[in-house]
């Protein structure tokens, strides 16, 4: 299938052309057709799929044009990262329409997004919060909106943001369309879709474990004081010896854990930075910039930092310590095989996580071999930093594509056989 054979208009087709995308997705065969004939959907993606345009695209073409000052489609989204994303798409995915699209959220200023609305919005992406304090405060009119995105509802859920939707619902105009996004399906979702979609289509691409499927998974059995050396090991050689890494996202389970982490690593002479919710709006903005430019190497992140972050090419993910729940699981190790391509994911497993560990198998009816413990020095770190002439920055880049011995899909595809697997 082609993205010219779903009905989208010539401006939207030549957007998608210059994106560099040559055919659709599955979620986006499935969605695009299904948003365009005006009923609700209720799809189950996860981030990774091209879930966004699956619904950006369709619902960019039901606008039209620019037309008066308030908002026909609100999509809302449950981390400022993410509306920031789907924003920076929609504006991509719009630039040949003269629609205009505003993110709000909060952490950050209320005045410059207030002047933004008044300047006129056809397309609005908000967190909940901020959306209901500038409903609250008379900046902002849901009246006009006909189309109503609750983007990955399951984090919604699990943020705490229930309340806040259903408040939100109650606001909006009763005729409209409803989209609901989520990659997995507890009953408190069912019960949501119950209460807010009329007849909807349902969509299924992303069997849960589509993503883990292409990541190759990989586990260490270690002592948690080691943690930390080993991941400076990895760093250095690999998992494998197969050479130092570029960049690797890491995952601990606390703010402080992943302040901490970061603190060690800049130590170690790998350029770090942390994302939490304790974080500025501006500094995690800059540390993704960062670590997008390749400026740093390791981006230390708790669960609801990375939700949905967008990171091309991420070769490797770490679980420092692995998450409570295995739907997190997933969500982390899906920020590395991105649309399609591979990747790998490292959890460094202690002896207080074998639980977490089976329950995670379980849940993705999948065994994660363990691989057995490289020799690796302990490193010990007493600088919080180390001055700028001893930091490494990352490693050059490696080659992603074409077969020469040195590639990632080479290194880290599936097919490789995990020969230290016992
Ligand atoms: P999403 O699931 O919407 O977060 O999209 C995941 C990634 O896939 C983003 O980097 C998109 O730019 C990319 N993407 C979306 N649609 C396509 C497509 N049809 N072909 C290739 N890449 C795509």
């Known amino acids: 299938m082609q993205f010219s ?42 981030t990774g799929t091209g879930k ?15 037309v008066g000052r308030s908002p026909r489609v609100l999509v809302l989204s449950p981390t400022r990262e993410l509306a920031a994303q789907i924003g920076e798409n929609a504006r991509t995915y719009g630039r040949y329409t003269n629609l205009r699209t505003q993110v709000i959220f909060g952490g950050v200023s209320e005045r410059p997004q207030i002047d933004a609305l008044r300047n006129g919005c056809d397309l609005l992406i908000a967190t909940p919060g901020r959306l209901l304090d500038l409903v609250g405060q008379g900046a902002l009119d849901l009246a006009a909106v006909r189309h109503f995105v609750l983007d990955e509802a399951d984090r919604m859920l699990d943020m705490g943001f229930i309340h806040d939707i259903r408040r939100i619902v109650k606001i909006l105009p009763v005729q409209r369309q409803n989209l609901m996004f989520s990659a ?3 009953q408190d979702i069912r019960d949501l879709a119950a209460r807010m979609l009329r007849n909807p289509v349902e969509i299924e691409v992303a069997p849960r474990n589509s993503t883990a499927e292409r990541v190759a998974q990989v586990a260490f059995r270690v ?18 010896d197969e050479g130092p890494w570029y960049q690797a996202l890491i995952f601990t389970r606390t703010k402080h854990g992943a302040n901490r982490l970061a603190q060690q690593l800049e130590g170690a002479g790998i350029r770090s930075a942390a994302i939490h919710g304790n974080k500025s709006q501006a500094a995690r903005v800059r540390a993704l910039a960062d670590f997008k430019a390749g400026r740093i190497a390791a981006l230390v992140a708790t669960d609801v930092a990375s939700r949905g ?30 649309a399609g391509s591979t990747g790998r994911a490292v959890s460094l497993v202690s002896n207080d996580e074998a639980g977490l560990l089976r329950d995670i198998e379980r849940t993705m009816r999948q065994t994660v071999p363990i691989t057995p413990l490289p020799a690796f020095e302990i490193v010990e770190v007493s600088r919080p930093s180390a001055s700028p002439a001893n930091r490494a920055a990352p490693a050059p880049r490696p080659a992603r594509h074409g077969g020469r011995p040195g590639s990632r899909s080479h290194r880290f595809g599936r097919s490789r056989p995990n020969r230290n697997a016992s």
Do not use: M
Request: no cysteine.
């Open 184 to 186: 997995t399906y507890s």
């Open 52 to 66: 966004t345009a699956g619904f950006v695209l369709p619902l960019l073409q039901k606008l039209g044009a620019a």
């Open 5 to 46: 054979d779903l009905g989208l208009t010539p401006d939207l087709l030549r957007a998608v052309a210059e994106k560099g995308y040559d055919t659709p997705t599955p979620v986006q065969s499935k969605a695009i057709p299904a948003v365009l004939a005006g009923g609700d959907v209720l799809a189950g993606a996860q």
């Open 223 to 240: 002592p948690k004081e080691s943690k930390r050396h080993l991941l400076v090991h990895l760093f250095r050689n690999g998992a494998t």
């Open 309 to 338: 972050l967008d990171i091309k090419e991420l070769p490797q993910v770490v679980n420092y310590e692995l998450p409570n729940v295995p739907e997190d699981y997933v969500h982390r190790i899906g920020r590395t095989a991105r």
